[in-house]
């Protein structure tokens, strides 16, 4: 028996593992969105009473669903922006000690939205592929740039405004001395 014959199950067991590495690195931001979307689903459980949790929970599976179809289809920036949304959702979650049940709720929303727009971006650039170059060529253009400008800037100010939750909450509609109270009571 040779030394090749002895090394082959080796090299073969590497070149499995290198074949895992290189299906991960080009599924980054599936890779990415999955264990945040699990993380997400595990909060909603400790931080929301059992009621809440669970009527959040069957909002979360079909956004999650729809999350992982624009990860899969949503053109380049997508994808990448939707898995850090869903981890800046699950850090608001978890540090909101105010209403936790507005900042999970909102989260659930930001990635149902930005989802849709992702998905609505691949078909607005495919229909663009396409179109023949005529006159309307311009106008079609003008909307590929609104499409790129909502798919950078839409996830960024998501986040942004699921952070400025965290400092500044709306009115409870109680008196004063209540709010002052919970404010206090806050851990």
């Known amino acids: 028996m040779s030394l090749d014959t002895l ?12 074949a895992l ?4 690195v080009d599924n980054l931001a599936l890779v990415l ?16 009473q059992e009621a ?17 179809a624009a990860v899969l289809f949503a053109p380049s920036p997508a994808p990448y922006l939707l898995a850090g949304l869903a981890g800046v959702s699950g ?24 989802a849709l727009v992702g998905l ?6 495919w229909v663009m592929d396409a179109q023949p170059a005529d006159n309307l060529i311009a106008g079609v253009n003008y909307l590929g740039v609104l499409a790129s ?14 952070i400025k939750n965290l400092l500044a909450h709306a009115p409870t509609g109680a008196d004063p001395r209540t709010v002052i109270e919970r404010a206090r009571e806050r851990r």
């Open 21 to 24: 590495v290189w299906l991960a």
């Open 120 to 125: 609505g971006a691949r078909v607005l650039f």
């Open 91 to 114: 850090f608001v979650v978890k540090v909101d000690n105010y209403r936790p049940d507005e900042s999970a709720w909102e989260s659930v929303q930001n990635l149902i939205l930005y």
């Open 52 to 68: 809440q949790a669970r009527r959040m929970r069957q909002v979360l599976l079909p956004a999650a669903g729809l999350a992982l």
């Open 7 to 18: 090394l082959l199950p080796f090299v073969w067991v590497l070149n499995g593992l290198l």
């Open 149 to 162: 400008f909502a798919l950078w800037g839409m996830p960024v100010a998501q986040a942004g405004l699921l």
């Open 33 to 48: 969105l999955i264990p945040a979307l699990a993380w997400l689903y595990l909060l909603l459980g400790q931080r929301l």
